[in-house]
């Protein structure tokens, strides 16, 4: 029996004070609405959950992050959605928190991009004292919040190989139902986004979960040449045949949406990806360093049918630069950094600055950079692009030393394509989005986690297990 005074024991006065605060909480909620008890009690049972399981939180973390849409959100917070992602980050975010405190695993490593990518939102925070609009500007502050904290998340529990390819199976699951939903969930009448983007309707795109074309497209097109690469070191016939299916099915999907970037963006990747073969590496130099080189002349020299066709290709760009909604953007995107000598405009506020520049952009659905280096110029000038610019090439570094690093192993393939669907990315950012564009940065931070695991694996002399393929 328990005796009267180990009742008042103070560890166990602490526990009873907390569950009656944690139950007249509850009935606190009840009384304004009943349907947030329920939801909290699910939320404690999850994050209980995923503390056992943090790879767990860190799979279904990624997967909100590819889910959800804008037309998904519940409800806003200023200028901010709340969506699937924000309340599955929160989970992640305590139960990984509180699991680092209780086995003393520290959430803020070190990371190869992390003192740039600081250097670049203190920049924006900088200026924060010139932008236009301040709310545009701490919205976007706080995006950068949101993008360190799930890198942090990624970088602190995806520790080793094993781990990259858990977290990679849950990405790849997660865009085959986005896929499923999409195009299953038109053809059988279940979704009604259609309605949402008559622009897109008109033009007989598929929007898929309610987002732009270019945006939807985007979201699947990281993992379509890793999930190739993915498939080729399955020992099973089945998974191996599996994931290959994957990724035409994705592809597939992803192609519905019309989107000419998307489509280029996975050729690029698939290009660089077969640079990993060093008999097509080694050919493929030489006929472009030949290719370039006569083209080079004719263009120059104006010969044949060549010269003519640079010609009409400058031609076009220049009609691009002075017509399409592209080019009238990036022509804005100009005078904004000449009229603030270099400065830029700060964070935001590029919607009232546009105005001066071409009312009809003004009032359009168009009124956006459209491209990343384009909004960089525009918001935060010739400081922002250099350390754009720094960014890249750490970016780029960090993926060399990991292809060194993984070279005969399971992972080498990964250490290609992950890479080559950023760089896909990258061109493709020339003419499309902006630098806080989900999910690059989660996919970034996955392929950091990959170099981390092939760093420690070198230097602690227990290489990843060999693998090669050969043509």
């Not at 699991?99 to 003393?104: D, E, G, V």
């Not at 360190?148 to 699951?173: E, N, Y």
Request: proline residues 4%; contains cysteine; glycine residues 10%.
């Amino acid at each position: 029996m328990v005796r009267l005074r180990e009742l008042f024991e103070p560890a166990l006065l602490l526990r009873v004070a907390l569950l009656l605060g944690l139950q007249t909480s509850l009935l606190l909620t009840f009384m304004v609405d009943w349907k947030v008890p329920p939801v909290l009690a699910a939320g404690f049972l999850a994050t209980m959950l995923l503390l056992d399981n943090p790879l767990w939180a860190v799979g279904a973390m990624l997967s909100a992050r590819l889910l959800s849409t804008g037309t998904l959100s519940f409800f806003t917070i200023g200028k901010i959605s709340i969506g699937m992602f924000e309340p599955v980050l929160l989970l992640a975010l305590v139960a990984l928190a509180l699991r680092a405190a209780f086995s003393r695993e520290p959430l803020w490593r070190p990371w190869p991009w992390k003192a740039v990518m600081l250097a670049i939102v203190g920049w924006r925070f900088l200026g924060l004292f010139w932008c236009t609009k301040f709310s545009d500007g701490a919205k976007e502050i706080i995006t950068f919040g949101v993008i360190f904290a799930t890198a942090s998340v990624i970088l602190a529990f995806v520790r080793t190989w094993d781990h990259v390819k858990m977290c990679l199976w849950w990405w790849i699951g997660a865009c085959v139902t986005i896929g499923m939903l999409a195009i299953f969930g038109d053809a059988l009448g279940l979704t009604s986004f259609a309605a949402q983007w008559k622009a897109a309707e008109s033009g007989g795109r598929e929007t898929g979960l309610g987002q732009q074309p270019n945006w939807f497209a985007m979201n699947l097109s990281f993992v379509v040449p890793a999930t190739a690469a993915f498939a080729l070191i399955q020992k099973r016939g089945w998974m191996r045949y599996a994931l290959l299916l994957a990724t035409l099915f994705v592809f597939l999907a992803m192609m519905t949406s019309g989107s000419r970037g998307g489509a280029g963006s996975v050729v690029i990747a698939g290009g660089v990806v077969a640079m990993a073969q060093p008999l097509l590496r080694k050919w493929f130099a030489r006929f472009a360093v030949a290719g370039g080189a006569a083209f080079a002349v004719a263009a120059l020299a104006n010969l044949g049918d060549i010269g003519k066709g640079f010609n009409r290709i400058s031609g076009g760009v220049t009609f691009l630069f002075q017509r399409d909604i592209r080019g009238a953007n990036w022509s804005a995107c100009m005078g904004m950094f000449r009229e603030s000598y270099g400065l830029g405009i700060g964070p935001g506020g590029y919607v009232e600055n546009l105005q001066k520049y071409s009312d009809w952009l003004y009032n359009s659905v168009y009124r956006y950079p459209h491209g990343i280096v384009w909004g960089e110029i525009a918001h935060t000038g010739v400081v922002g692009v250099l350390l754009l610019g720094a960014f890249i090439v750490v970016v780029a570094r960090m993926a060399f030393q990991t292809v060194r690093d993984t070279r005969g192993t399971e992972a080498e393939g990964l250490a290609w394509a992950m890479p080559a669907a950023m760089f896909g990315y990258f061109c493709w950012s020339f003419v499309e989005f902006s630098i806080d564009e989900k999910p690059f940065w989660e996919w970034l931070a996955l392929y950091t986690a990959l170099h981390l695991a092939a760093r420690r694996a070198k230097e602690s002399g227990t290489p990843l297990p060999a693998w090669s393929f050969k043509l």
